[in-house]
């Protein structure tokens, strides 16, 4: 059960016991974590459950795929370290991960 800490825009933050294998965005919900919308239910067609994952964290859970990217380019608050939290798979390697929601997100 990995620990994942969100950070709300105005600094709220929720430290949760992770199930891994759930995506991150489900264990958000699961938790009622606010700022994770979902709107699509997690078929990556939405772009309401971007998160900004540390950049210490992004190699752990590994490179966007070209649907999650072209989504991603739609966000006009992209960064660098933007993912969806419904792509991104919950492992026990993510363990002490810390993740920051976006200010349209509250
Ligand atoms: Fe819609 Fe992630 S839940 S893109």
Known sequence: ????????????RFTIEAE???????????????????????????????VFVEATWLSAIGEADAMEEAMLGMRPDRAEV????????????LD?????LPEFQM
């Open 82 to 93: 933007s993912r969806l939290s419904c792509q991104i798979e919950v492992t026990d390697a």
């Open 96 to 100: 002490g991960m810390v993740v920051n």
């Open 20 to 50: 891994s294998g759930l995506s991150l965005m489900e264990n958000a919900l699961n938790n009622s974590v606010t700022g994770i919308d979902a709107d699509c239910g997690g078929a990556c067609a939405c772009g309401t459950c971007h």
């Open 1 to 12: 059960m990995p620990d994942i800490t969100f950070v709300t825009h105005d600094g709220e």
